[in-house]
């Protein structure tokens, strides 16, 4: 049974910071590539960052420069380092694992965790 859970959203003033994880069973994780994606209320849901098997990234242009995905295989780990935070960033992030690579239309998703950028 795949399972990917998230953890690490929550309420945060704007220009701060947060780390979400996404933590995979069931897959084996090294060979997916890994996105993070977000949906706002009314939105649909966007890619903000992937990272392939090989460690190649790309970003959301909203998130360069801001975010940073990670991976660590060895703990079958996904990570979004989210720095200068914008009350725009505000969403339910989405962690998903795609063969070979990741998009909106398949793979694994897990469950989400919000996010907002509040004062």
């Known amino acids: 049974q795949v399972q990917l859970v998230e953890s690490g959203g929550g309420l945060v003033q704007p220009g701060g910071s947060l780390r979400l994880s996404c933590a995979a069973s069931g897959i084996i994780f090294s060979v997916y590539a890994m996105g993070w994606y977000r949906q706002a209320p009314g939105k649909q849901r966007e890619l903000v960052a992937a990272i392939t098997s090989a460690g190649n990234r790309n970003y959301a242009d909203s998130v360069k420069g801001r975010f940073t995905i990670s991976r660590d295989n060895a703990r079958n780990t996904v990570y979004l380092q989210m720095n200068s935070l914008k009350p725009e960033d505000t969403a339910v992030y989405y962690c998903?694992?795609?063969?070979?690579?990741?998009?909106?239309?398949?793979?694994?998703w897990g469950q989400g965790t919000q996010v907002t950028v509040s004062s």
């Open positions: 998903n694992a795609g063969y070979p690579v990741t998009s909106t239309q398949g793979g694994y």
